[in-house]
């Protein structure tokens, strides 16, 4: 394995402020619970959904994790085999990467172009830290394959 990385930090920012809602809600319905046993009930049912979303969040950032190998792009989602996706690097045919509005590539949208046989598609890498420096190493990682698949000697750039 060449690199590995997971979601970059600032993918926290939406647990944290489910978890405000959460505090929020539980605190509104404490108060309310002597007054209105509606809205006590609702604000009860409201910090239950956003601690759900505060849980599921911070599963998706813990267990999305990205690999580049020296044969592949591996793609995990969970902590089972099967939520994962692997793309051979004779399927890549390029990868770039969007900039955020603020002309911002630390933190980015890798989209890569996956082509086998006649069918085309992309992959889209959501959230990427360092965006370009996981690019310039999928491109590096995959022209030293290329060279050494097809016995081309030279150098990546």
């Given at each position: 394995?060449?690199?590995?990385?997971?979601?970059?930090?600032?993918?926290?920012?939406?647990?944290?402020?489910?978890?405000?809602?959460?505090?929020?809600?539980?605190?509104?319905?404490?108060?309310?619970?002597?007054?209105?046993?509606?809205?006590?009930?609702?604000?009860?049912?409201?910090?239950?959904?956003?601690?759900?979303?505060?849980?599921?969040?911070?599963?998706?950032?813990?267990?999305?994790?990205?690999?580049?190998?020296?044969?592949?792009?591996?793609?995990?989602?969970?902590?089972?085999?099967?939520?994962?996706?692997?793309?051979?690097?004779?399927?890549?045919?390029?990868?770039?990467?969007?900039?955020?509005?603020?002309?911002?590539?630390?933190?980015?949208?890798?989209?890569v172009y996956v082509q086998h046989?006649?069918?085309?598609?992309?992959?889209?890498?959501?959230?990427?830290?360092?965006?370009?420096?996981?690019?310039?190493?999928?491109?590096?990682?995959?022209?030293?394959?290329?060279a050494s698949y097809h016995g081309?000697?030279g150098s990546y750039r």
């Amino acid at each position: 394995m060449r690199v590995a990385t997971r979601l970059h930090w600032r993918c926290l920012l939406i647990p944290a402020l489910y978890a405000l809602l959460n505090i929020f809600f539980v605190s509104f319905a404490s108060a309310i619970a002597g007054v209105s046993t509606i809205w006590s009930f609702l604000g009860y049912l409201l910090a239950g959904a956003s601690l759900y979303q505060t849980i599921k969040s911070l599963k998706r950032y813990f267990l999305t994790q990205y690999f580049i190998t020296t044969h592949r792009l591996v793609i995990q989602r969970g902590l089972s085999a099967k939520r994962s996706i692997s793309i051979n690097f004779e399927s890549i045919t390029g990868c770039e990467v969007q900039r955020t509005w603020l002309g911002y590539t630390k933190i980015g949208k890798l989209t890569v172009y996956v082509q086998h046989g006649t069918q085309k598609g992309l992959c889209v890498l959501q959230n990427v830290p360092h965006a370009q420096a996981f690019s310039e190493e999928l491109k590096r990682t995959q022209y030293d394959f290329n060279a050494s698949y097809h016995g081309v000697l030279g150098s990546y750039r």
